[in-house]
């Protein structure tokens, strides 16, 4: 059983073009019903019409007009739904990266990279409308593509990820600005690209030139929970993801991960979700992974 991956198509309209606006319906093949995927791409997807379910890793969001979903790369997708329409918004770090000076920016976002969050947005009939009207706006921009639409588009996209940040901390009841800490957003990105081969907190410390202690006081103070719990979450999530989405084995997995000892992995997993590994996979014989 293999996961299928979505890359996002560079040169769909003839040069590079790294962000792109697509109505559901238009996404033959992209959207499959009780498939499992994952995406290799940021995606806003706003839904218009249609009813079901949205899994998105361990957690279940109901399909409905007006609903709004966040994608972060990696995360691994599941619809069950009927009728589904609406508008797709994908694009890539670069977009934002290669123009902006702020390589922190998507993850200064409430809805991106954090897997404590609620990756979902209802919005009213009012916000609907204008989130539907400016991505609608930027699909005319990418039909009638000139030299000058990249500019365009990553003005428009830039504007739309401040507005809906906005809108997610008002309606979530999110005070503050995770952004006020760099160093909390930089552990976040360690954690992304070392958990396979990074497990110990005092090592991130080291990256960031920053005791342990010290780390752990910023998190619980931007995420609220220390450091190493969102080491060891990223762990379990991606050991769920790879449980439920192969058929590689648990001590296989184990050693992907970096645990150099399967018996201790097993000890690990299970503090975590209650079951071993074992136990995990045969009580959820196909994704959606549940908790």
């Given amino acids: 059983m293999g996961l299928r991956t979505c890359d996002f198509v560079r040169d769909k309209y003839g040069r590079e073009l790294l962000i792109d606006v697509a109505r559901i319906e238009s996404l033959e093949g992209f959207i499959q019903d009780d498939e499992p995927h ?3 791409f940021y995606d806003i997807t706003l839904i218009t ?3 079901g379910r949205f899994w998105l890793d361990s957690r279940s969001y109901p399909v409905e007009p007006g609903r709004l979903f966040f994608t972060t790369p990696g995360q691994v997708r599941q619809w069950q739904v009927e009728d589904l ?3 797709c918004l994908f694009f890539t770090s670069e977009f934002i990266h290669e123009f902006f000076s702020d390589p922190l920016f998507l993850h200064r976002l409430r809805f991106f990279h954090d897997d404590g969050a609620d990756w979902t ?3 009213d009939a009012a916000d609907r409308r204008d989130v539907l009207a400016r991505l609608l706006d930027m699909e005319a921009e990418i039909r009638a593509i000139r030299p000058d639409s990249d ?4 003005a428009g996209l830039y504007q739309l990820l401040v507005l809906l940040n906005r809108e997610y901390a008002r309606v979530h009841g999110l005070g503050g600005s995770p952004g006020l800490s760099r160093t909390v957003i930089r552990f976040r990105q360690l954690v992304e690209r070392h958990f396979t081969t990074t497990h110990r907190l005092e090592e991130y410390g080291r990256l960031l030139a920053v005791t342990p202690g010290h780390l752990s006081n910023l998190t619980r103070r931007y995420l ?7 080491i060891r979450n990223r762990l379990l999530i991606e050991a769920k993801r790879r449980l439920l989405t192969s ?3 648990a001590e296989r997995i184990s050693s992907e991960l970096g645990f150099k000892d399967p018996s201790y992995f097993s000890r690990f997993f299970k503090r975590g979700t209650g079951r071993t590994p074992t136990q ?3 009580g959820h014989s196909s994704f959606p992974i549940g908790s």
């Avoid at 609220?224 to 969102?230: D, N, T, V, W």
């Fill in 49 to 51: 019409h249609g009813r």
């Fill in 280 to 282: 995990f996979r045969a």
């Fill in 224 to 230: 609220g929970r220390p450091a190493g719990s969102i």
């Fill in 121 to 123: 947005l209802m919005l």
């Fill in 247 to 249: 058929d590689t084995t």
């Fill in 151 to 154: 500019h365009a588009l990553r």
């Fill in 38 to 40: 994952a995406i290799k």
């Fill in 85 to 87: 329409e609406g508008v």
